[in-house]
């Protein structure tokens, strides 16, 4: 069963999505944005709910909402945690870990790379990596909730890969993550994907230039 | 059962889980952040996972993130579909409101009252009101989805009660969506809570400020 997901040729918030979409092996194709036109015929295609991207076709739908998105395919799969407290839980992690990778998203998008880096560095790597250390320490099963991969972890894995990418000695300070973060990379199906065509690098000047103008025609 | 609710004396993310709150019945008790020193308490008592309000105590727990507790609430109470294509729904509707609420706790925050109250007016009302009048007149119920009420419904009920009070008359264009505000606004507990002592008032610029001093500590 092939999905496709329509987004911009970068990661951003359609990264999150193509993690997921790996992990538990659905295999999809990519519509990436091209140019104004293009967008102005999706929207009245009536194809974007909200007029926004990602949107993720998949059995008969076409989702939009990032967390909607993926909260579907962990539930269908299992990533959801079983019971009501395992379920919040994982919420809270996950909301949480969608924060702290929104601070690497909008690295750039601020005031400049430099800037925005220090910031992030100074100020989102000192909120959530303790937080996310401390809770490891306090599971036995090597996943943060349960005893299952869950769509906690893989938020929380997206996040020590920005962190690797753009401070690359952070992790040292929090050996729980690091290993985490290497086990879990290493599992089949995310090493796939992230040493695979599908994963898309990280961002530089031109891109955002290139984004800020490709964002305009989404707000037109 | 009583909950405690920890957040500012404002509306902001703790208004979506008051609502919700008074919705299912759980009655709630406040504290409301005062300055620095109150935060720093806070924080050393080591109440708030991310360092950040909205905290509810509720069931033995002390849950933070805004979308967390009211998911909580919602599963808690059968407030969150009974199907997996009912629950994405849902999802994708709440998720949309959220963000459409979103624009309006933010103004004034930005570039004035003014000015960012046009921009939502121009930008996002068009945005989401006809997406939401067209999924309401494609159900087959009165709520957006199955035939009960969801969180989904009342994270749209929260963002037309916005819509209401900063551009009066914009819901006229919107039958569908003015009837249903008007029908859940007038729900008894939604009605107790929207008349009653625990909502809060409209961001004003004092408030503002309070939230940026306060802010600044945490």
Same mark, same amino acid.
């Given at each position: 069963m092939k999905a496709h997901l329509t987004y911009?040729?970068?990661?951003? +918030?359609?990264e999150s999505i193509r993690l997921i979409l790996y992990a538990v092996g659905i295999e999809f194709e990519e519509t990436y944005l091209q140019d104004a036109a293009h967008v102005k015929r999706l929207r009245q295609a009536g194809d974007l709910l909200f007029m926004q991207v990602p949107m993720l076709e998949i059995d008969g739908m076409k989702l939009v909402q990032t967390n909607a998105i993926i909260r579907y395919i962990a539930r269908k799969y299992d990533? !959801?945690?079983?019971?009501l407290e395992q379920k919040t839980r994982i919420d809270v992690l996950y909301d949480g870990a969608r924060d702290f990778i929104m601070k690497f998203l909008n690295i750039g998008w601020n005031k400049s790379m430099e800037e925005d880096s220090k910031d992030v560095k100074e100020n989102a790597v000192p909120r959530y990596l303790p937080v996310l250390e401390k809770e490891l320490c306090g599971?036995?099963?090597? !996943? +943060? =909730?349960?005893d299952d991969l869950s769509m906690a972890d893989l938020a929380v894995l997206e996040s020590l890969l920005y962190c690797d990418d !753009?401070?690359?000695? =952070? +992790?040292e300070d929090y050996p729980k993550l690091k290993e985490f973060k290497d086990r879990l990379s290493s599992l089949p199906r995310i090493r796939a994907f992230l040493n695979g065509p599908q994963r898309k690098r990280k961002l530089t000047e031109e891109d955002i230039l290139h984004g800020k103008k490709v964002l305009a025609w989404l707000y037109q």
């Open positions: 911009f040729d970068g990661r951003g +918030l359609g990533m !959801y945690g079983k019971t599971t036995s099963s090597g !996943y +943060l =909730v349960g !753009y401070f690359p000695a =952070v +992790l």
